[in-house]
């Protein structure tokens, strides 16, 4: 009987785990198409990503219920409870994520026809596949509960923040050479901006997971090279 | 022996509340002293925000703690179980909060010296203000258990919409007049910015402080004003 109950939890979970990996799939596939979508004016596909998080939003109510109906059903102790208030924490970030991805893909009408010089374009679309990469490697890690990789993957964040700050940069000067930039610029900074953010809701999720694998706290805190910038007069 | 029981579990929602409401009033705080520490490039105020937010985090552990030791001892079924994981995410908002503050109060260094137009000031101050009473009454209304209330509130965030749409007009034409305002009217930009996501983090503690207590999603979904007026240009 024993031996029975921790099946079905186990059982359970991986429900919930299903659903944890489907929403990491969608959060991977809308930061990419966020970011084309606004570099090359695509209506449509900005369109596409609304819908998208719509679909994220009913994943995450459903994993909600389940874990709540999880709980209730099979009251687990310890451990086992982690994992699965972990999972919403994760999915919460998930989320996030998605709604990041979203506010991208609203700012392509915005930013019209305004044409976003090569160099600043492949910057921002680099950082994009870092975020995309970073994001699903740690749901992958998570979902193959692989507690030592996730630890390596958290220095991904450090390289986002390295990018994130030097398109900063490069926006700024964009804006200072012709005040016409600025508008345009602007949703730019705030589509970086979102990308830094998403790397940080990634990390959060990577720390999750982790706690949840293994009781403890990931060793060494993320390095905050964003917070380091400011006082060096960047964001 | 089921009202004992029952009453225990309520003494320990009742703790678990008391940190939410310690939690809402340092929010509150690092709001209003965080804005007026970037406004009068105020270092030492902008560093007890940073200490602030490392308490503010403490607590949000400790609510975490409790509410998980709360499920595993007391097991509530259905809406009890609600309200603690209401409670967590609750909590989970207003760790934000508390580092969006910590954001805003980090840019003092970066800002330095450059003086700020006044009435850009006034409208960031009255912006920082809305956003704190809109902060604090949604926490009162949950600890007081009253949903009425909380619909009524929710007209507030649109009207917080509003006023960041203002600002960011009010900035965009600041850094088309002089190329020097730039870099401090782009860290005022992100101040703002994180004051219109902190009103975001508030509706969602009324949403689940309102499905807390009555089981029902609040009635009539938040107007995303920011959202429209992304299509018109602004962010």
Do not use: W
């Amino acid at each position: 009987m024993g031996e029975h109950t921790v099946t079905s939890f186990d059982d359970d979970l991986e429900e919930v785990d299903k659903l944890i990996r489907e929403m990491g799939d969608l959060a991977g596939s809308m930061i990419g198409d966020a970011t084309r979508s606004l570099l090359s004016s695509d209506n449509p596909l900005a369109q596409r990503i609304i819908s998208d998080d719509a679909i994220m939003d009913a994943k995450q109510r459903e994993l909600d219920e389940r874990a709540i109906t999880l709980i209730a059903r099979r009251q687990p102790m310890a451990q086992d409870l982690r994992a699965v208030i972990g999972a919403i924490r994760m999915a919460g970030d998930l989320e996030r994520i998605g709604d990041l991805a979203k506010n991208i893909a609203k700012r392509v009408g915005a930013i019209g026809q305004s044409t976003t010089p090569k160099s600043l374009s492949h910057s921002i679309e680099s950082m994009a596949e870092m975020v995309h990469a970073q994001t699903s490697g740690i749901v992958d890690r998570y979902v193959g509960r692989d507690a030592e990789a996730l630890k390596a993957l958290r220095a991904g964040d450090e390289k986002i923040d390295i990018k994130y700050t030097a398109i900063f940069r490069e926006l700024l000067t964009y804006m200072m050479e012709d005040p016409r930039n600025i508008t345009a610029c602007t949703h730019l900074l705030f589509c970086a901006k979102n990308l830094e953010r998403i790397g940080d809701h990634a990390t959060n999720i990577a720390e999750n997971a982790y706690y949840v694998m293994t009781g403890n706290q990931l060793p060494i805190s993320r390095p905050k090279l964003d917070e380091t910038a400011v006082s060096d007069a960047t964001a």
